[in-house]
T-cell receptor
Framework: AQKVTQAQTEISVVEKEDVTLDCVYETRDTTYYLFWYKQPPSGELVFLIRRNSFDEQNEISGRYSWNFQKSTSSFNFTITASQVVDSAVYFCALSEAGSGGYNKLIFGAGTRLAVHP | AAGVIQSPRHLIKEKRETATLKCYPIPRHDTVYWYQQGPGQDPQFLISFYEKMQSDKGSIPDRFSAQQFSDYHSELNMSSLELGDSALYFC???????????????FGEGSRLTVL
């Protein structure tokens, strides 16, 4: 069965620190997608990244970077030089092939990141 | 660009009442998904529809029903509301052909239901 584990419930850092959010997943499929979403206090789910299982290249987008390692079933997310606006709950999610395509998402429990001035 | 529209954004109901949430997908998207996020919880998949037919079902209570209409909008109907139904309800849409290739899913801003 598919499962996403975000072991870190809460992380607290001081502004400008780097922070890594861990995500470990379980799946029996060889084709799947991994996602990261940000949920600020306002509640909406903000899409950050989507990665398919065949692309293990790491990705960098500004202060954000993602490290995908199939060997360890991990898809970790690093924020460099964190800012107060990064404070939010971050969800890692997995989707597998299903009757509705690849879009039935299984979410991790989320990691609440608090960035203090 | 047009996004997924959900209404109402906020809804307050009493126990045992009925509530209906609406979702208008991105134009030309043929698949809608409903997720429920309780306080402090991760979003849980409820149900999905493709071309007006139920395509997948998750942890949706029997008191809830949903459908997708000919214009592809979807409604989630919740009856005999309980305190535990208080949650943020997200709708998402995708284009199935594209989804099967890319796994791209677009979320609305959510409808917050409070049951008193």
């Amino acid at each position: 069965a598919q499962k996403v584990t975000q072991a870190q419930t809460e992380i607290s850092v001081v502004e400008k620190e780097d922070v890594t959010l861990d995500c470990v997943y379980e799946t029996r499929d060889t084709t799947y997608y991994l996602f990261w979403y940000k949920q600020p206090p306002s509640g909406e789910l903000v899409f950050l990244i989507r990665r398919n299982s065949f692309d293990e290249q790491n990705e960098i987008s500004g202060r954000y970077s993602w490290n995908f390692q199939k060997s360890t079933s991990s898809f970790n997310f690093t924020i460099t030089a964190s800012q107060v606006v990064d404070s939010a709950v971050y969800f890692c999610a997995l989707s597998e092939a299903g009757s509705g395509g690849y879009n039935k998402l299984i979410f991790g429990a989320g990691t609440r990141l608090a960035v203090h001035p | 660009a047009a996004g997924v529209i959900q209404s109402p954004r906020h809804l307050i109901k009493e126990k045992r009442e009925t509530a209906t949430l609406k979702c208008y997908p991105i134009p030309r998207h043929d698949t809608v998904y409903w997720y429920q996020q309780g306080p402090g919880q991760d979003p849980q998949f409820l149900i999905s529809f493709y071309e007006k037919m139920q395509s997948d079902k998750g942890s949706i209570p029997d008191r809830f029903s949903a459908q997708q209409f000919s214009d592809y909008h979807s409604e989630l109907n919740m009856s005999s509301l309980e305190l535990g139904d208080s949650a943020l309800y997200f709708c998402a849409s995708s284009l199935r052909q594209g989804a099967s290739r890319t796994g791209e899913l677009f979320f609305g801003e959510g409808s917050r239901l409070t049951v008193l």
